[in-house]
């Protein structure tokens, strides 16, 4: 089971961009999915997250700018991030919550290896 990440890039200040995460693998359920990300010195932190309801949750200094959605039929999560900042600068990490066809009873933690966003003029 692997989530794959894919967006990032370099954008100025006040632009937009749209990460991408699409799990992948022997899986058998997937519950909540997410983002987090870390900036240079500082520790990883919470942006959003989805329940597969479709619940979703936004760290405070993202809300209003950043939309979390997933498609359910293709175990992918999406972020659109808009208005962007030089302090939404980070290494952005999609997370996932799911069970395998070997362990239908044990959901796990599951991140990617991070795809690099930079904001800067």
């Known amino acids: 089971v692997q989530l794959v990440e894919s967006g990032g890039g370099l954008v100025e200040p006040g632009g937009s961009l749209r990460l991408s995460c699409a799990a992948s693998?022997?899986?058998?359920?997937?519950?909540?999915m997410g983002w987090r990300r870390q900036a240079p010195g500082k520790e990883r932190e919470l942006v959003a997250s989805?329940?597969?309801?479709?619940?979703?949750n936004y760290a405070d200094s993202v809300k209003g700018r950043f939309t979390i959605s997933r498609d359910n039929a293709k175990n992918t999560v999406y972020l659109q991030m808009n208005s962007l900042k030089p302090e939404d600068t980070a290494v952005y990490y999609c997370?996932?919550?799911?069970?395998?066809?070997?362990?239908?009873?044990?959901?796990?933690?599951?991140w990617g290896k991070g795809t690099l966003v930079t904001v800067s003029a």
């Open positions: 997370t996932s919550t799911m069970a395998t066809m070997t362990r239908k009873d044990a959901a796990m933690d599951y």
């Open positions: 693998g022997s899986i058998f359920s997937i519950n909540a």
């Open positions: 989805i329940t597969s309801g479709g619940s979703t």
